[in-house]
């Protein structure tokens, strides 16, 4: 967005002014310029210290409404899970043959799935997938002897979220052309999954600041007072 179509979207609403979660959806979509559908996303400010192991919130959410992105998924399997991954809309399926164009460079994927015993093969991709974030993970689902239920599920609206070193999480919840109310529907989910994850040693405020924004828009302040009242 360029420095005008920043300041013109600042002057669509007031950015010092805490919005129920409806008002702050709508102000963001209201925000998106950009030529194509933007996303709109949240980020949460936890009261978390993801320095410790115990603190670390990671995992995954289903948004009701969907992404409506297409996600491309590669998976690590062979004989019938590769099959059922194939079945399921899986992008690239393989083992050693993919493993070498992984390796190559290729990464025109968004999210990686991986049977248990993959895993020894795609460890060596650590340096590959790490540093981007799409090394498999148990915890995430991404490692599962049932990689076709996991691509059906992350195809159809599923998404993984983690906390950041500065305890921030950001999760898409959908398109600025999805209706506020299927929005919505995509911010409580959220919201209900960070709040069945928190760790037990997780001491005072939880959930200490939420923003909503457009893509290439400005960040919309949500009231967290308001957060469990559905009908806001």
Do not use: C, W
């Not at 968004?110 to 981007?132: Q, Y």
Request: charged share 30%; no cysteine; glycine share 10%.
């Amino acid at each position: 967005m360029s420095g005008k179509k920043f300041a013109d979207a600042l002057k669509t609403f007031d950015r010092d002014h805490m919005y129920a979660p409806k008002e702050a959806v709508t102000h963001a979509k209201n925000t998106a310029t950009a030529k194509f559908d933007e996303s709109v996303d949240l980020v949460i400010r936890l009261g978390v210290d993801p320095r410790k192991a115990d603190q670390m919130v990671r995992g995954t959410v289903a948004l009701p409404a969907g992404t409506g992105k297409d996600v491309r998924i590669a998976v690590f399997a062979t004989g019938e899970n590769a099959d059922a991954a194939r079945e399921a809309g899986a992008d690239f399926v393989g083992a050693d043959d993919l493993f070498e164009q992984v390796d190559g460079g290729m990464m025109d994927f968004d999210l990686v799935i991986a049977a248990p015993d993959m895993m020894p093969l795609v460890g060596r991709l650590g340096r590959s997938l790490g540093p981007r974030g799409l090394m498999p993970n148990p915890k995430t689902g991404t490692v599962t002897p049932d990689v076709g239920k996991a691509v059906e599920e992350f195809k159809g609206g599923k998404v993984e979220y983690r906390t950041d070193r500065y305890a921030n999480v950001q999760v898409p919840i959908g398109k600025v052309s999805f209706d506020v109310e299927k929005l919505a529907q995509n911010f409580y989910a959220v919201i209900e999954e960070l709040n069945r994850a928190k760790p037990a040693s997780a001491k005072g405020r939880y959930i200490r600041k939420v923003t909503a924004s457009a893509t290439m828009g400005p960040g919309v302040r949500v009231d967290i007072s308001k957060l469990k009242k559905l009908e806001d």
